[in-house]
């Protein structure tokens, strides 16, 4: 079935660094691709997004761009803040006939001063 | 708009009682999910409505377990008889639709519940 694979966290970053989490696929046609953040204490919400390959997904200095090819869709940013600090989830819906998220196990950002 | 509504924001009970987790999705949204959040499991859905009719309920874990949406602005998550291991975080969320791309399929997540059955 389908599925998606996120690095391990936790993720310690200094501010200022740059940011990169992993996230793979396997899924059968071509699904659309999202990140969520989970902050303490909150629901999820919706970081980014990209529905075909090649198509870069882009929200508040974060990028990720669906590659088909490697079954990838990994998150970076340049320059990561202290306030970033959160639960990073990779997901997949794997058509536009079904409403159903499969999500990865999270990775936790920490950001340090 | 107030966005998702989940309540109770916290729920402990004991184990055999029964529980009822509610949902206020945005209005207008024609889908309404529930999810539920573990360590050992992470993130799962466990059912979803469209336009208050239940279209995939394979999540769910077992019969002790039943959603309900009687009208667009409420649904209903029940336990009954609640067991330890159904202790998580349940989350509600609403979309506008399906169709990828734009925000249509953007799903918006109530704060969650967090449940604990001793």
């Known amino acids: 079935g389908d599925s998606v694979t996120q690095m391990e966290g936790p993720v310690t970053l200094s501010e200022e660094a740059f940011l990169t989490i992993n996230c793979t696929y396997t899924a059968t046609g071509y699904p659309s691709l999202f990140w969520y953040v989970q902050y303490p204490g909150e629901g999820l919400q919706l970081l980014l997004k990209a529905t075909k390959a090649d198509d870069k997904g882009s929200n508040k200095g974060f990028e990720a761009t669906y590659r088909k090819e490697t079954t990838s869709f990994h998150l970076e940013k340049g320059s990561v803040q202290v306030s970033d600090s959160a639960v990073y989830f990779c997901?997949?819906?794997?058509?536009?006939?079904?409403?159903?998220?499969?999500f990865g196990q999270g990775t936790t950002l920490q950001v340090k001063p | 708009d107030a966005g998702v509504i989940q309540s109770p924001r916290h729920e402990v009970t004991e184990m055999g009682q029964e529980v009822t987790l509610r949902c206020k999705p945005i209005?207008?949204?024609?889908?309404l999910f529930w999810y539920r959040q573990t360590m050992m499991r992470g993130l799962e859905l466990l059912i979803y409505f469209n336009n208050n009719v239940p279209i995939d309920d394979s999540g769910m874990p077992e019969d002790r377990f039943s959603a309900k949406m009687p009208n667009a602005s409420f649904s209903t998550l029940k336990i009954q008889p609640s067991e330890p291991r159904d202790s998580a975080v349940y989350f509600c969320a609403s979309s506008l639709g399906l169709l990828a791309g734009g925000r249509t399929d953007t799903q918006y997540f109530g704060p969650g519940t967090r449940l604990t059955v001793l």
């Open positions: 209005s207008g949204h024609d889908y």
């Open positions: 997901a997949l819906r794997s058509s536009s006939n079904t409403g159903k998220l499969i």
